[in-house]
C-alpha cells in the first residue's frame, strides 16, 4: 500500500524552530516528486512547494520562497519541512502530497499524508 | 501565476440530486487541471485529473469536464458521503501549482 506518514502535530512558540517529516513507503520513493501543501485555520489548500527525491532538486512556490526550507533523505524516504523562525501566522495544517505522474509533466496528487498540525503561539 | 476561481462558495442540495461545480482559470490551462475532495479532519483525496479522467476508486457518478479556462466537477445522485468540500487545481502552469478557494457542497 503507498502511504505517506507525516510527524505528529507540534506546538511552538514564535522565533523558534520546526522541522516536520514525511516518510513515504509502498512505492520507490525516489521517482515520485512531494509536495508541502499549507491549509490555515478553515481556509483553503495552498502549494507551499516541491522536492523531487532522487536528486533533491526543489521549486517553491513565490509566496514561501524564503520562509521555509524543504528537503529530503532519500535514504530513509522522508521528505522534510522546515521552518528557522516560526511566526503565529504559520499556524496551520501542513500536507505532504505525492506527484502521481512519474513520467510526465502532471502535477496531480494522488496520495496525501494525513497532515501534521503546527500551532504557533506565545 | 494562474488564479483559479470556484463557484459557487457552497451549494446546497438535496440527497439523490446533481451537484454541477465550477472552475474557472485565469488564463489557459488545456486539460491540466484535478479535482480534489476534502472531507472534515481528513486529507485531500484525488478524484479527477487531466480534467475528465476519474482516479482508482473514484465511483462513475463524479465526472468532470471543460478545458482551457472553464471545467466543471459534476456529482450525479449525491451520496450522504459527498457533502464534503472540493478543490480544483491547475498543474499547467507552475511553480507554483494553484488551488481554487474550495466549494463547499453541503446537505439541502
Known amino acids: 500500500e503507498v502511504q505517506l506518514v507525516q510527524s505528529g502535530a507540534e506546538v511552538k512558540k514564535p522565533g523558534e524552530s520546526l522541522t516536520i517529516s514525511c516518510k513515504g513507503s509502498g512505492y520507490s520513493f525516489t521517482k515520485h516528486w512531494i509536495s508541502w501543501v499549507r491549509q490555515m485555520p478553515g481556509k483553503g489548500l495552498e502549494w507551499m512547494g516541491r522536492?523531487?527525491?532522487?536528486?533533491?532538486?526543489?521549486n517553491y512556490s513565490p509566496s514561501f520562497q524564503g520562509h521555509v526550507t524543504i528537503s529530503a533523505d532519500k535514504s530513509i524516504s522522508t521528505v522534510y519541512l522546515q521552518w528557522r523562525s516560526l511566526k503565529a501566522s504559520d499556524t496551520a495544517m501542513y500536507y505532504c502530497?505525492?506527484?502521481?505522474?512519474?513520467?510526465?509533466?502532471?502535477?496531480?496528487?494522488?496520495?496525501w499524508g494525513q497532515g501534521t498540525l503546527v500551532t504557533v503561539s506565545s | 501565476e494562474i488564479v483559479m476561481t470556484q463557484s459557487p462558495a457552497t451549494l446546497s442540495v438535496s440527497p439523490g440530486e446533481r451537484a454541477t461545480l465550477s472552475c474557472r482559470a485565469s488564463?489557459?490551462?488545456?486539460?491540466?487541471l484535478a479535482w480534489y475532495q476534502q472531507k472534515p479532519g481528513q486529507a485531500p483525496r484525488l478524484l479527477i485529473y487531466?480534467?475528465?479522467t476519474r482516479a482508482t476508486g473514484v465511483p462513475a457518478r463524479f465526472s468532470g469536464s471543460g478545458s482551457g479556462t472553464e471545467f466543471t466537477l459534476t456529482v450525479s445522485g449525491l451520496q450522504s458521503e459527498d457533502f464534503a468540500v472540493y478543490y480544483c487545481q491547475q498543474y499547467h502552469n507552475w511553480p507554483p501549482w494553484t488551488f481554487g478557494q474550495g466549494t463547499k457542497v453541503e446537505i439541502k
Open positions: 488564463q489557459s490551462v488545456g486539460n491540466d
Open positions: 522536492i523531487d527525491p532522487s536528486d533533491s532538486y526543489i
Open positions: 502530497a505525492r506527484r502521481a505522474d512519474n513520467s510526465g509533466l502532471g502535477g496531480w496528487s494522488d496520495t
Open positions: 487531466g480534467a475528465s
